[in-house]
């Protein structure tokens, strides 16, 4: 094998085949409905995908998050959307890397054969946003039990979930040297407190991304399924966040990939005054330029990646990756507009639902200022600006 042969291609040539079963009308008649792709979600659990970074000995395929960006990125570079389930994906590093050897026999392997759903990731309330370290969800010790009370928003899946990780706090902020002290992660078996002590409500949003608001008001979580060590649930999450980062910045190098790929249909397909459009430069440039930026975006995606498998320091390459990728398929998504003209705009194309799909990256999960600022802190060494 050269190195550039895609150690993945067989893995990304049966996601292809996969998502074949799932076209353009599929999609369209779920965002019209606003309804789960529950039988697109069942396929990929049932061919494996979705247990892919699962070690062997607890059901999983045992590979690594590399793997898992082929996998995302391949789905939304058909015309899928992977943002159904991605998360279970992305929790798995809290989990795989600072969860109890007990915990792990208890929900891997169920999650891996779709016995149970891991989907949820409660983290952003409306008062705190980004500033995780002020959130106001706050867990106390009862005996064996934590009683969780506060709210969670933008938690997407939840409806569609059994599990959902938590991060609460479980010291007063008061009494922390750190703002990041005192924070708890918590795996939550949402079935036995749903519709009792944990309500969930669906928020009506531009794409179908089945997102939510949930409530906790004194809901019951054994302490056994705390993970790690009381107090440093900041620091575990943070191995999900990283994950969420660059696997989503697959997603988007995926979206980047189709969107150029539309406009290059379309732009050889469509003729205007007697030659094809794609003919003018006009076309052609905003194109290349960002299928250029696409590629850039691949290779911080791919250094990214494995910077986290071998556990090294990876918050800088994480970040970038996910802004690089989510300007590169905005800009990929403007130009495939752009260049469809007023059927950029019409349903049976997919370019617009496309467009509003990935237009939330660069919102979420981290916002490309807060990126930006992280970067100037953390790697320039400039001062602090919030």
Known sequence: MTCFEDPYESIREEVRKLCARFPSPYWRKLDETRTYPTEFVKALTEAGYLSTLIPEEFGGAGLGL????????????????????HAQLYTMGTILRHGSLQQKKEYL??????ELRL??????????????ASLRTVARRDGDNFAVNGQKIWTSRAEHSDLMLLLARTTPREQVAKRTDGLSTFIVDMRSVRGKSLTIRPIRTMMNHSTCEVFFDNMIVPA?????????????ILS????????????????????????????????MFGRPIGQNQGIQFPIAKAYAAMR??????????????????????ANMAKMLAADASWEAANVCIQTH?????????DVERKFRETRLYQVAPVSTNMILAYLSEHVLGMPRSY
Not at 109 to 114: D, F, L, N, Q, Y
Not at 119 to 132: K, L
Request: hydrophobic letters at 40%; one cysteine or more.
């Open 109 to 114: 392997p169920r999650v891996a054969s779709g």
């Open 240 to 271: 999900g966040m990283n994950a969420e980062r660059i696997l989503i910045a697959a997603e988007c190098v995926g979206d980047a990939k189709w969107f150029t790929n539309a406009s290059i249909k379309y732009a050889r397909d469509r003729k």
């Open 66 to 85: 590399s793997a898992a960006a082929a996998i995302l990125e391949t789905i939304q570079a058909e015309g899928c959307n992977g943002a159904a389930c």
């Open 224 to 236: 056994a399924n705390l993970v790690g060590e009381e107090g440093k649930g900041f620091r575990y």
């Open 119 to 132: 989907q949820a990731f409660g983290v952003t309330e409306p008062t705190s946003g980004t500033d995780t």
């Open 296 to 317: 850039a975006a691949e290779l911080m995606v791919h250094d990214a990646a494995r910077r986290y498998e071998a556990e090294l320091a990876c918050g800088a390459e």
């Open 341 to 349: 003209g007023g059927f950029g705009f019409a349903e049976e194309y």
